[in-house]
Structure formats: structure tokens, C-alpha cells
């Protein structure tokens, strides 16, 4: 099993609330990903880092914002949310082999 | 053009059928390739990486098509516990971020 943990599992927010996302890996991976997946549709890239002060942007814009302070911890913020925002996100991490791991992902709902 | 292409199914086969197939991609650069399963509402988890030599899992069997571009995914001797979203990814650059499929629905009936 992968050693890849994210907080909180589910979420509804009101609107404009501040939040962040947890993604926690003790694997030592260099790599940690953010993805973005409504129920029955594909997964979407839309943040990554290839270690400490690293963070990019992925293949589909979002206002949410990351941070890579630590190699273990790549939190996901959104300041603002807004229902549009509303979907899961899942956390990933991956060493130099490639194979990627997965967190059970945090679902959010904005009302 | 995305960089990896699946049949987005719905597969529906008996118990005990065989069902399998495809992913495409783009470029022919790409260097690791892996298949993923997800269940509704769960997170994708690694089903088995894809070899140049092709590979054996179980009823599992993958295959690397270079030439053609393409990697496929058969499953003998179907399980209701099969019924699933298989994912094929690929990694396009060596050291780079992985391209994911939209994946292939597969349900199996009794």
C-alpha cells in the first residue's frame, strides 16, 4: 500500500471561504502531483513538483495555489472557494521509476 | 491530439469472457508505460506496468506495440470484481509528468 495521506477526506465549505487541501508522503518521492477528477470523468494535471521550492502548473488552469516546503508535504489552497471549485482532488507522488501513487483523494463541495 | 487515447468503452462481458483493449499514443518517445484501475469513486491504483517484452499478471496480460504506438490490456476469465475503469499511462519525456487516458470502463455481469 501506498504511504500517501490526505485531509480532509470530505469537505463542504460556504463560498469565499479560505481553504487548504493536506497531501502528506512518507516515501521520500521527489515528485508530488495534484489532479482533479469530477465523478466519471478524467483525471486533469493541475499541479506538480519535482521537489522542495519546486511547484509548476499543470495541463488545466485552476485558481488553487501549492506550496513544496517540505518533500513530504505539498498542501493545495484555494483562497476563495466558489462552487465551481467543487469536485475531488487527488494527491499523488512518484519516484525516479515513474510508477505514480495515489492519496483516496478529498472531496470538496462549495454551496 | 491527446497524448493518449483510449476506447472509453462501456465493455460489458459475462463472467468468464475475455475481454481486451487499446491505448494509442503520440510520441514515440515515450519511455514507461502503465496500466491503472479505478473504481467509481476511488483513487487509480497501479494494475501492472507495461514491458517491451510484454508481461503476465494473473489473468492479466499487457502488451507494448511500439511501432504502432500502442499498448493493450486483456483480461482472461472475467471477474465481477474486474468491473472497473482501466486507465493507460504513459510517460512521454523519460523524467517528466505523466499523460493519463480517460480510461476504459469494463463491467462484468453475472
Known amino acids: 500500500e501506498a504511504d500517501i495521506y490526505q485531509t480532509p477526506r470530505y469537505l463542504v465549505i460556504g463560498t469565499g471561504k479560505k481553504i487548504t487541501l493536506e497531501c502528506s508522503q512518507t516515501?521520500?518521492?521527489?515528485?508530488m502531483y495534484w489532479y482533479q477528477q469530477d465523478p466519471g470523468m478524467e483525471l486533469h494535471l493541475i499541479h506538480y513538483s519535482y521537489g522542495v521550492n519546486s511547484t509548476e502548473k499543470g495541463d488545466l488552469s485552476s485558481e488553487s495555489t501549492v506550496s513544496r516546503i517540505r518533500t513530504e508535504h505539498f498542501p493545495l489552497t484555494l483562497e476563495s472557494a466558489r462552487p465551481s471549485h467543487t469536485s475531488q482532488y487527488l494527491c499523488?507522488?512518484?519516484?525516479?521509476?515513474?510508477?505514480?501513487?495515489f492519496g483516496e483523494g478529498s472531496w470538496l463541495t462549495v454551496v | 491530439r491527446k497524448e493518449v487515447e483510449q476506447d472509453p468503452g462501456p465493455f460489458n462481458v459475462p463472467e468468464g469472457a475475455t475481454v481486451a483493449f487499446n491505448c494509442t499514443y503520440s510520441n514515440s518517445a515515450s519511455q514507461s508505460f502503465f496500466w491503472y484501475r479505478q473504481d467509481c469513486r476511488k483513487e487509480p491504483k497501479l494494475l501492472m506496468s507495461v514491458y517491451s517484452s510484454g508481461n503476465e499478471d494473473g489473468r492479466f496480460t499487457a502488451q507494448l506495440n511500439r511501432a504502432s504506438q500502442y499498448i493493450s490490456l486483456l483480461i482472461r476469465d472475467s471477474k465481477l470484481s474486474d468491473s472497473a475503469t482501466y486507465l493507460c499511462?504513459?510517460?512521454?519525456?523519460?523524467?517528466?509528468?505523466?499523460?493519463f487516458g480517460a480510461g476504459t470502463t469494463v463491467t462484468v455481469r453475472a
Open positions: 499523488a507522488s512518484s519516484a525516479s521509476g515513474n510508477t505514480i501513487y
Open positions: 499511462v504513459v510517460n512521454p519525456w523519460g523524467d517528466y509528468k505523466l499523460s
Open positions: 516515501m521520500g518521492h521527489d515528485k
